[in-house]
Protein backbone atom coordinates (compact mmCIF):
# COMPACT_ATOMS: atom_id res chain seq x y z
CA UNK A 1 0.00 0.00 0.00
CA UNK A 2 1.31 3.42 -0.57
CA UNK A 3 0.15 5.17 2.57
CA UNK A 4 -1.69 7.87 3.40
CA UNK A 5 -1.06 10.39 0.42
CA UNK A 6 -0.93 14.52 0.97
CA UNK A 7 -0.78 16.91 -1.35
CA UNK A 8 0.60 19.54 -1.79
CA UNK A 9 3.67 18.88 0.03
CA UNK A 10 4.33 22.44 0.21
CA UNK A 11 2.04 25.67 -0.01
CA UNK A 12 3.52 29.01 0.30
CA UNK A 13 0.60 31.68 -0.11
CA UNK A 14 -0.23 35.23 0.96
CA UNK A 15 -2.21 36.08 3.88
CA UNK A 16 -6.39 36.04 2.35
CA UNK A 17 -5.70 33.59 -0.25
CA UNK A 18 -7.96 30.43 0.41
CA UNK A 19 -5.88 27.49 0.77
CA UNK A 20 -6.82 23.32 0.53
CA UNK A 21 -4.84 20.77 1.79
CA UNK A 22 -5.75 16.76 0.79
CA UNK A 23 -5.80 13.67 2.04
CA UNK A 24 -5.74 9.76 0.75
CA UNK A 25 -6.16 7.86 3.55
CA UNK A 26 -4.90 4.45 3.35
CA UNK A 27 -7.67 1.98 1.75
CA UNK A 28 -9.74 -0.14 4.17
CA UNK A 29 -9.12 2.65 6.80
CA UNK A 30 -12.45 3.94 8.51
CA UNK A 31 -11.08 6.91 10.53
CA UNK A 32 -9.43 10.22 9.86
CA UNK A 33 -7.74 12.51 11.32
CA UNK A 34 -6.15 16.28 10.20
CA UNK A 35 -3.41 17.21 12.72
CA UNK A 36 -1.22 20.67 13.10
CA UNK A 37 1.75 20.43 14.63
CA UNK A 38 3.64 23.79 14.99
CA UNK A 39 6.91 24.13 17.57
CA UNK A 40 4.68 26.33 20.24
CA UNK A 41 1.87 23.84 20.62
CA UNK A 42 2.88 20.71 19.28
CA UNK A 43 0.35 18.36 17.29
CA UNK A 44 -3.14 19.23 17.65
CA UNK A 45 -6.02 17.34 16.15
CA UNK A 46 -8.41 19.52 14.27
CA UNK A 47 -11.17 16.94 13.48
CA UNK A 48 -11.53 13.48 12.98
CA UNK A 49 -13.74 11.20 10.95
CA UNK A 50 -15.45 7.56 10.86
CA UNK A 51 -16.65 6.38 7.84
CA UNK A 52 -17.19 9.77 6.46
CA UNK A 53 -18.99 11.76 9.22
CA UNK A 54 -17.01 13.69 10.88
CA UNK A 55 -17.40 12.71 14.99
CA UNK A 56 -15.14 15.55 16.93
CA UNK A 57 -14.52 18.95 15.46
CA UNK A 58 -14.31 20.77 18.48
CA UNK A 59 -10.44 21.29 17.59
CA UNK A 60 -11.00 23.42 14.49
CA UNK A 61 -9.57 27.07 15.27
CA UNK A 62 -12.28 28.96 14.14
CA UNK A 63 -14.91 29.30 11.04
CA UNK A 64 -12.03 29.67 8.49
CA UNK A 65 -11.18 26.10 8.94
CA UNK A 66 -13.12 23.73 6.99
CA UNK A 67 -12.82 19.73 6.64
CA UNK A 68 -14.64 17.27 3.94
CA UNK A 69 -14.86 13.96 3.46
CA UNK A 70 -16.63 13.00 0.24
CA UNK A 71 -16.09 9.45 0.14
CA UNK A 72 -13.63 6.77 1.83
CA UNK A 73 -10.85 7.78 -0.30
CA UNK A 74 -10.58 11.45 -0.13
CA UNK A 75 -10.65 14.25 2.32
CA UNK A 76 -9.74 18.21 2.35
CA UNK A 77 -9.28 20.48 4.71
CA UNK A 78 -9.65 24.00 3.80
CA UNK A 79 -8.47 27.23 4.97
CA UNK A 80 -10.47 30.60 3.88
CA UNK A 81 -8.98 32.99 4.19
CA UNK A 82 -5.35 32.02 5.58
CA UNK A 83 -3.83 34.24 7.85
CA UNK A 84 0.47 34.26 9.26
CA UNK A 85 -1.01 32.30 12.01
CA UNK A 86 -2.39 29.49 10.22
CA UNK A 87 1.54 28.12 9.25
CA UNK A 88 2.43 24.98 10.66
CA UNK A 89 2.65 21.39 9.08
CA UNK A 90 -1.45 19.75 8.44
CA UNK A 91 -0.85 16.24 9.05
CA UNK A 92 -3.49 13.83 7.48
CA UNK A 93 -3.87 10.31 9.60
CA UNK A 94 -5.66 7.04 9.23
CA UNK A 95 -6.48 4.36 10.76
CA UNK A 96 -8.90 1.12 11.56
CA UNK A 97 -11.63 1.15 14.47
CA UNK A 98 -12.58 -1.65 16.44
CA UNK A 99 -16.34 -3.41 15.84
CA UNK A 100 -17.05 -0.96 18.87
CA UNK A 101 -16.57 2.07 16.90
CA UNK A 102 -13.90 3.31 19.02
CA UNK A 103 -10.24 3.84 18.08
CA UNK A 104 -8.09 1.14 19.41
CA UNK A 105 -5.85 0.97 16.73
CA UNK A 106 -2.33 2.90 15.41
CA UNK A 107 -2.71 5.56 13.15
CA UNK A 108 -0.54 5.96 10.36
CA UNK A 109 0.59 9.46 9.19
CA UNK A 110 0.85 11.14 6.03
CA UNK A 111 4.00 13.02 5.49
CA UNK A 112 2.63 16.50 5.79
CA UNK A 113 1.60 19.28 3.98
CA UNK A 114 3.67 22.15 4.84
CA UNK A 115 1.64 25.49 5.19
CA UNK A 116 3.82 29.17 5.17
CA UNK A 117 1.45 31.83 5.35
CA UNK A 118 2.81 35.46 4.13
CA UNK B 1 -8.15 20.21 30.96
CA UNK B 2 -5.70 17.08 29.86
CA UNK B 3 -2.21 17.82 30.22
CA UNK B 4 0.64 15.29 28.91
CA UNK B 5 4.24 16.31 29.33
CA UNK B 6 7.22 14.58 28.08
CA UNK B 7 10.39 14.85 30.35
CA UNK B 8 12.13 16.68 28.17
CA UNK B 9 12.32 18.91 24.79
CA UNK B 10 15.91 16.89 23.97
CA UNK B 11 17.42 14.33 25.35
CA UNK B 12 21.69 13.69 24.73
CA UNK B 13 23.07 9.79 25.50
CA UNK B 14 25.95 8.04 24.05
CA UNK B 15 25.49 4.80 21.62
CA UNK B 16 25.21 1.36 23.60
CA UNK B 17 23.36 3.21 26.51
CA UNK B 18 19.95 2.74 27.51
CA UNK B 19 17.72 5.96 26.88
CA UNK B 20 14.60 6.54 28.99
CA UNK B 21 11.66 8.56 27.98
CA UNK B 22 9.27 10.05 30.24
CA UNK B 23 5.36 10.41 29.81
CA UNK B 24 3.35 12.37 32.48
CA UNK B 25 -0.64 12.96 32.16
CA UNK B 26 -2.60 14.96 34.36
CA UNK B 27 -6.81 15.08 34.35
CA UNK B 28 -7.32 12.26 32.09
CA UNK B 29 -7.43 8.44 32.62
CA UNK B 30 -6.83 7.30 29.23
CA UNK B 31 -7.81 4.12 27.83
CA UNK B 32 -4.08 3.30 26.31
CA UNK B 33 -1.24 4.89 25.47
CA UNK B 34 1.01 4.50 22.32
CA UNK B 35 4.26 5.72 21.48
CA UNK B 36 5.43 7.55 18.13
CA UNK B 37 8.82 8.30 16.29
CA UNK B 38 9.13 11.48 13.87
CA UNK B 39 11.74 11.84 12.06
CA UNK B 40 12.50 15.81 10.43
CA UNK B 41 10.42 16.15 8.30
CA UNK B 42 8.46 13.20 8.26
CA UNK B 43 4.60 12.09 9.45
CA UNK B 44 5.12 10.56 12.59
CA UNK B 45 5.47 6.55 12.89
CA UNK B 46 3.76 3.99 15.25
CA UNK B 47 6.17 2.25 17.81
CA UNK B 48 4.10 0.36 20.59
CA UNK B 49 0.32 0.42 22.26
CA UNK B 50 0.23 -0.41 25.95
CA UNK B 51 -3.15 -0.58 27.61
CA UNK B 52 -4.50 0.25 30.72
CA UNK B 53 -4.35 -2.69 32.33
CA UNK B 54 -0.96 -3.51 31.02
CA UNK B 55 2.20 -3.00 32.96
CA UNK B 56 4.82 -3.67 30.62
CA UNK B 57 5.58 -4.20 26.54
CA UNK B 58 8.55 -4.94 24.72
CA UNK B 59 9.20 -4.98 20.91
CA UNK B 60 13.10 -5.73 20.03
CA UNK B 61 14.89 -2.57 21.90
CA UNK B 62 12.18 -0.99 23.11
CA UNK B 63 10.26 -1.11 26.17
CA UNK B 64 7.39 0.67 27.75
CA UNK B 65 5.93 0.34 31.22
CA UNK B 66 2.50 2.01 32.09
CA UNK B 67 1.82 3.00 35.84
CA UNK B 68 -1.69 4.63 35.74
CA UNK B 69 -1.46 4.92 39.85
CA UNK B 70 2.14 7.54 38.92
CA UNK B 71 0.01 9.03 35.73
CA UNK B 72 2.68 7.81 33.67
CA UNK B 73 4.54 6.02 31.21
CA UNK B 74 8.49 5.26 30.50
CA UNK B 75 9.87 4.44 26.89
CA UNK B 76 13.29 2.75 27.21
CA UNK B 77 15.17 1.95 24.13
CA UNK B 78 18.30 -0.42 25.35
CA UNK B 79 21.71 -0.68 23.18
CA UNK B 80 20.91 2.62 21.92
CA UNK B 81 22.23 3.56 18.03
CA UNK B 82 22.70 6.80 16.31
CA UNK B 83 19.79 5.60 14.04
CA UNK B 84 17.63 6.01 16.85
CA UNK B 85 17.97 10.03 16.62
CA UNK B 86 14.59 11.04 16.68
CA UNK B 87 11.45 13.02 18.37
CA UNK B 88 9.81 10.77 20.27
CA UNK B 89 6.32 10.98 20.89
CA UNK B 90 3.51 9.81 23.54
CA UNK B 91 -0.31 9.73 22.60
CA UNK B 92 -2.86 9.40 24.86
CA UNK B 93 -6.42 8.02 23.90
CA UNK B 94 -9.07 8.56 26.46
CA UNK B 95 -11.48 5.97 28.43
CA UNK B 96 -13.83 7.65 30.81
CA UNK B 97 -15.22 11.05 30.26
CA UNK B 98 -13.42 11.57 26.76
CA UNK B 99 -14.44 11.75 23.20
CA UNK B 100 -13.77 8.25 21.61
CA UNK B 101 -11.28 8.17 19.12
CA UNK B 102 -9.61 11.58 20.45
CA UNK B 103 -5.48 10.67 20.62
CA UNK B 104 -3.82 13.47 22.83
CA UNK B 105 0.04 13.84 21.89
CA UNK B 106 2.17 15.22 23.93
CA UNK B 107 5.47 17.50 22.27
CA UNK B 108 7.84 14.90 21.78
CA UNK B 109 11.49 14.42 23.66
CA UNK B 110 14.04 15.03 20.98
CA UNK B 111 16.39 12.33 21.26
CA UNK B 112 20.11 12.26 20.11
CA UNK B 113 22.60 9.63 20.10
CA UNK B 114 26.25 10.29 19.66
CA UNK B 115 29.03 7.75 18.51
Known amino acids: DAGVIQSPRHEVTEMGQEVTLRCKPISGHNSLFWYRQTMMRGLELLIYFNNNVPIDDSGMPEDRFSAKMPNASFSTLKIQPSEPRDSAVYFC????????????????FGEGSRLTVL | SQKIEQNSEALNIQEGKTATLTCNYT??????LQWYRQDPGRGPVFLLLIRENEKEKRKERLKVTFDTTLKQSLFHITASQPADSATYLC??????????????FGRGTQLTVWP
Open chain 2, 91 to 104: ALRGGRGSTLGRLY
Open chain 1, 93 to 108: ASSSTSGTGANTGELF
Open chain 2, 27 to 32: NYSPAY
